[in-house]
């Protein structure tokens, strides 16, 4: 209860003003450092040409550079618009940049990035709306209906799908067949069973030097994207209705079968907020890595002998849909609709084909799902036939407002428990009464 001379500031208000709080200040360091780049405020036009600054955090390298090279094909497609592809970091590093932007008045024109931040830009009033543009557009009979949940937030549609992806397990081979494993993991016990199994010292000298499995430590967006799967599989959900549920028997058991993989040394965890890197996978140090479609070039480029399996089940086989959204800053007229001629080139036929044969990623486009040169990509990578068949099992995270504390506070769980600092239960009861507070909902 608040004291007669306290105000009382409900919690969204308090969520706000932590978020311009945080803004505030990326905007002196970002100012001191550089760090705020091109922006729709800047030189709207140059040599007759209205110029625009998209800012992407497109990893690994070799898919930034199919991006850089489709951004120069629509360059040169037309002497209107010139798009400036600026490279702005990882997600998790992009947070601040992004806010600190809004807040001073320095947005790019377009971004790419998850649709897991769509909420919190929209009660920033940072983006425009696309439901007019989009309903205009011959792009729209185009779209995969089934990316929709993605686009939506309140009954509005905020974005457009840039790529879509999903989850899996690739696998080493050549390990499977050295350690007498023939058949792949199904459920999570056979996971269990097949990781320790994989886990050998290969040199003799009494130390492990090749793991199971490799798994993500952080308490960053990345590796709370990689844990949700599991926490489906096991019946569970981040939340129920509108309030956020963290501490359950599912979402117990799910980080449970993460912590018995460190107990038994037969998981190897990233450096933290790292893991996304496959440098041990590829240098055979670990025989098993959850990771997406997006790095299936990157692997094949490597030259090295990797399969993709499903994510084994406990009650049921899930993925989470992952990839990027293509978002519009508010500006004016002029600049908004030339941002949306990029939308539109990024969501035709060619660009999508182009954009998924080179990267991994999966067609948003109906046309590009069903075109010749794309059957003939699946038949030269035959592995992205998995993620393709996983996305009727694939399920998207909440787009709300409250998504990032919900995701902060998993995880730190998660990194509490791999860390062996609490156990599963402990950890999500600390997060759910943390979380509680925060969102004034406890």
Not at 14 to 37: D, Q, T
Not at 54 to 69: A, I, S
Not at 382 to 395: H, T
Not at 408 to 415: M, P, T
Request: contains cysteine; aromatic residues 10%; neutral net charge.
């Amino acid at each position: 209860m608040a004291s007669p001379t306290t105000t009382w500031i409900p919690a969204k208000m308090i969520y706000r003003l932590r978020i311009l709080r945080i803004a505030a200040i990326g905007i002196a360091i970002a100012f001191v450092s550089g760090l705020i780049l091109t922006s729709c405020g800047t030189a709207p036009v140059q040599d007759g040409k209205i110029h625009l600054t998209f800012w992407q955090g497109v990893n690994p390298p070799t898919n930034r550079e199919v991006v850089n090279k489709l951004v120069d094909r629509f360059n040169q497609s037309q002497n209107q618009i010139f798009v400036e592809s600026v490279y702005a970091g990882q997600p998790d590093q992009q947070i601040p940049k992004i806010l600190s932007a809004v807040v001073g008045n320095a947005t790019p024109d377009l971004l790419w990035y998850s649709p897991m931040i769509t909420g919190r830009l929209v009660e920033l009033d940072a983006i425009r709306p696309v439901d007019d543009l989009l309903k205009r557009s011959p792009m729209a009979s185009e779209l995969d209906p089934g990316l929709l949940p993605t686009m939506q937030y309140r009954d509005r549609l905020w974005s457009v799908p840039f790529g879509v992806n999903n989850i899996g397990i690739y696998y080493r081979p050549s390990l499977f067949e050295a350690a007498g494993i023939k058949k792949l993991p199904e459920t999570w016990y056979e996971l269990r069973q097949v990781a320790k199994q994989l886990t050998r010292d290969t040199d003799g000298d009494g130390r492990i030097d090749r793991h199971g499995i490799f798994l993500p430590l952080g308490k960053g967006e990345f590796t709370v994207f990689i844990w949700t799967p599991f926490l489906w599989s096991a019946g569970g959900d981040l939340v129920k209705g509108d309030l956020p549920q963290l501490n359950t028997p599912e979402a117990t058991t799910a980080l449970k079968l993460w912590d018995d993989l460190v107990k038994s040394n037969a998981a190897i965890l990233s450096q933290p907020e790292r893991g996304y890197e496959e440098d041990n996978f590829i240098a055979g140090k670990v025989a098993m890595q959850i990771s997406g479609s997006w790095a299936l070039r990157f692997m094949t480029k490597k030259k090295i002998d990797f399969g993709v399996m499903p994510i084994p089940r406990d009650r049921t086989v899930a993925t989470t849909i992952g990839g990027e959204n293509l978002f519009l800053f508010k500006s004016s007229p002029e600049r908004e609709a030339a941002a949306w001629k990029f939308a539109e080139f990024v969501m035709s036929e060619a660009f999508q084909t182009e954009w998924a044969s080179q990267t991994g990623y999966l067609p948003t486009n109906l046309k590009s799902q069903q075109s010749a040169e794309y059957a003939k990509y699946i038949e030269q990578q035959p592995e992205v036939s998995i993620f393709l068949q996983q996305m009727s099992a694939g399920r998207t995270r909440p787009l709300s407002p409250d998504y990032p504390r919900i995701s902060e506070s998993v995880g730190r769980a998660i990194e509490a428990t791999l860390l062996q600092k609490s156990t599963p239960e402990e950890a999500l009861a600390k997060a759910q009464r943390n979380l509680d507070v925060v969102l004034g909902k406890g």
